[in-house]
């Protein structure tokens, strides 16, 4: 048991320097705006894993695997074969046979928005199958901003005492800003991309629920429109404008925290890109 922890302890203290280059991307062209479009994927059977997940960017790969302990290998993409395998004249490889020479592609494999592959790999000396997964992410993402939020047409009318006696009162705002914590699921990928969008407000008395579409511009930038959940300080049903009352009778009887449904427009900013470079 002892000597079994001591090598997970090695394995983790080393991952750094070891497994990463082993496992590894090397990019040898580039696109428009400099984004990756072909490369290498290189799996050193050497390093000794169960399972593995590997992310990668958009964009084509040549799948490498040099070593002479390859025994078998399956590729899925997604929950299909992957059929793409490298030919040697008219057939295709014998996977059942270490017919693989380092200097061989395996396969092509083309990553788009949110691909996955997963390899099926036999060692030889080995009888459990080893499981690499490669994967891009989706372009579309939840993004996380700060911002404000304007909630528009808010009631301020108010029932107050005089004479004993219900009046009403209006200060004739119609209008809140709420600062606001806003979730977003949008293309990140594109400079103008619409999305959803729902948050949270706190104006440091009450809280508020928002809900709607959303507009990314650019690196930062969100602008937003929908529906807020507002807490407001609304008359009480219960009285009636003119009524008689008794003193004893408050403000704070005359009304009472109501939530109502009000538009919102919006503005908030991410903090995780520079604002300054093309998406």
Do not use: C
Not at 105 to 121: D, G, K
Not at 140 to 153: E, H, P, Q
Not at 161 to 178: F, I, P, Q, Y
């Amino acid at each position: 048991m002892k000597t079994h922890l001591l090598k997970i302890l090695a394995f983790v203290i080393f991952i750094p320097s070891t497994f990463f280059s082993q496992i590894k991307v090397e990019v040898k062209d580039t696109g428009e705006n400099g984004k990756k479009v072909n490369g290498t994927i290189t799996i050193d059977l050497s390093v000794k894993v169960d399972s593995i997940e590997i992310p990668v960017e958009k964009g084509n790969y040549e799948l490498f695997i040099p070593s002479s302990q390859l025994k078998s290998l399956v590729i899925k993409k997604e929950a299909i074969e992957y059929k793409q395998l490298k030919m040697e004249g008219e057939e295709k490889r014998d996977t059942t046979k270490s017919t693989y020479r380092e200097s061989d592609a395996i396969a092509e494999l083309i990553f788009r928005s949110n691909t996955q592959y997963i390899l099926y790999v036999g060692v030889t000396g080995e009888e459990k199958v080893r499981k690499y997964i490669i994967k891009s992410e989706s372009d579309w993402k939840w993004t996380t901003s700060f911002g404000a939020n304007v909630v528009f047409l808010t009631n301020r009318s108010r029932f107050t005492s005089v004479n004993n006696a219900v009046a009403e009162n209006r200060d004739g705002k119609m209008m809140d800003l709420t600062p606001s914590i806003m979730f977003t699921f949008i293309n990140n990928q594109r400079n103008f991309s619409p999305g959803f969008t729902g948050g949270l407000g706190f104006d440091f008395e009450e809280l508020s629920v928002f809900a709607g579409g959303a507009l990314g511009i650019g690196q930062n930038i969100i602008l937003m429109a929908g529906i807020a959940v507002h807490k407001q300080n609304r008359p009480n049903t219960d009285y009636t404008v003119g009524q008689t009352i008794d003193s004893s009778v408050t403000s704070d009887n005359l009304n009472k925290m109501q939530y109502r449904v009000n538009p919102f427009v919006g503005i908030s900013f991410r903090f995780d890109k520079n604002p300054f470079v093309a998406k």
